[in-house]
C-alpha cells in the first residue's frame, strides 16, 4: 500500500479536525466511535436480509413483549452498551425496544444472572437477538478470559497486554473488553509506536540496523521496540539503545536470563507461547509486559441467551 493510500485510510478513519485527545477519548469509549456504529449495520444487514421471515410469519403484528439477557455461566460480562445500540438499529427512538440494564460491564456473573431486560416489539427483539448475542458473548469471552491471566499472574510486576491478534472490525471492542478483564492495550494500530519483529529485522538486515534505521526516521515522541528471539539479539538491541524489548517464544529460564542481562535498561515485554498454565512463571522471571494474543483471537465464547420475561 502506498503512502498515499495509507493517508486516505486515515484520512476516512478519522475526521482531519480530530486532536489525539478526542482520539483518546472516543479509543477509550468504543461504544461511541463511527466503527462500532457501522459495524452494527453491517451485522444486521448480513443476518437479517430482506427480512426476518420466521419472525414475521409466526408473531402477531404489534405485539409487544419483555425478554431478558441472562448469563448461563460465570464469567466477566462486557458489552452491555451493545444491546441499546443494537435495537436502536432496528428502530427509531419511539419504536425501539427499551433496554434496562441489570448489570455493568466488568461484574463477576454467577449462573442465571440477569444482565439486561428488552421491552418492547417483539418481532424487533428477536430479530435483533443474535447479533446482540454474538457481540455480548464474543467481548465477555474475551474480558473473562483476559482475567483469567490477570489473575494467574497476580501479584508479580508484570502486567497482561493484548496484541493486534484481532478480528477485522472489532479492534476497538475487543481491546475494550480487554480493559474490562483489567488487562492493558498494546498497539491500537501500527502507527502507535515502532515494533520491529523478525521480518523487519531481515529485511534491514540485522537488529542493529533496524533499530538504527528506525531512530533515524521516526520522532522521537515514538518508542522503539524490537522483537529478540535470543540473549545475542537482546545484547544487541540493547548496544543499539533500544527502548523496549520484545522476548518471542522464551521459556521462564530464557526470560529470567534476557532480564539479568537488560537489568532494566530497557522494557521488557514477553510474547509468544503464552498459556494459562505458564504465565506465572513468566511473570516471575521478571518481566514487565506479557502479551498474550489468546485473550482476544481464542477467547471461547460466553454462554449468554435471551429468555422470554414472563
Known amino acids: ?4 493510500a495509507v493517508g486516505r485510510l486515515r484520512a476516512s478513519r478519522e475526521p482531519a479536525s480530530r486532536n489525539r485527545r478526542e482520539a483518546a477519548r472516543e479509543l477509550a469509549d468504543p461504544f461511541s466511535h463511527p466503527s462500532t456504529r457501522a459495524l452494527l449495520r453491517a ?16 408473531v402477531p403484528p404489534g405485539l409487544a413483549g419483555k425478554a431478558r439477557l441472562v448469563a448461563r455461566e460465570r464469567a466477566i460480562v ?18 425501539a425496544p427499551k433496554v434496562g440494564l441489570l448489570a455493568a460491564d466488568g461484574d463477576r456473573t454467577a449462573r442465571g444472572t440477569a444482565l439486561a431486560e428488552i421491552a418492547g416489539p417483539v418481532a424487533t427483539i428477536l430479530t435483533g437477538e443474535r447479533v446482540m448475542l454474538n457481540l455480548v458473548q464474543h467481548l465477555s469471552a474475551v474480558a473473562t478470559l483476559t482475567r483469567r491471566f490477570v489473575d494467574a499472574a497476580a501479584g508479580t510486576r508484570a502486567q497482561i497486554v493484548d496484541t493486534r491478534k484481532t478480528l477485522p472490525g472489532l479492534r476497538l471492542l475487543e481491546k475494550y473488553a480487554v480493559r474490562v478483564g483489567g488487562g492493558r492495550n498494546h498497539r491500537f494500530a501500527l502507527d502507535d509506536g515502532v515494533l520491529i519483529k523478525d521480518n523487519h529485522i531481515a529485511f534491514a538486515g540485522g537488529v542493529r540496523c533496524a533499530i538504527e534505521r528506525a531512530r533515524e526516521r521516526v ?5 522503539v521496540e524490537v522483537e529478540c528471539e535470543t540473549l545475542a539479539q ?9 527502548d523496549a524489548i520484545l522476548l518471542d517464544n522464551m521459556s521462564p529460564k530464557q526470560v529470567a536470563a534476557a532480564c539479568r542481562t537488560i537489568a532494566g535498561r530497557a522494557l521488557i515485554e514477553v510474547s509468544g507461547g503464552v498459556k494459562l498454565e505458564n504465565v506465572r512463571r513468566l511473570a516471575e522471571s521478571g518481566a514487565d509486559l506479557i502479551s498474550v494474543g489468546a485473550i482476544t483471537h481464542s477467547a471461547p465464547a460466553i454462554d449468554i441467551g435471551l429468555d422470554v420475561a414472563v
Open 78 to 95: 462486557a458489552g452491555l452498551p451493545l444491546v441499546a445500540l443494537v435495537y436502536a438499529e432496528l428502530g427509531d427512538e419511539a419504536s
Open 234 to 242: 537482546v545484547r544487541e538491541a540493547l548496544e543499539a539503545g533500544a
Open 219 to 223: 520522532p522521537h515522541t515514538l518508542r
Open 1 to 4: 500500500m502506498s503512502w498515499k
Open 43 to 58: 451485522a444486521l444487514a448480513e443476518d437479517v436480509g430482506h427480512g426476518d421471515v420466521t419472525t414475521q410469519a409466526t
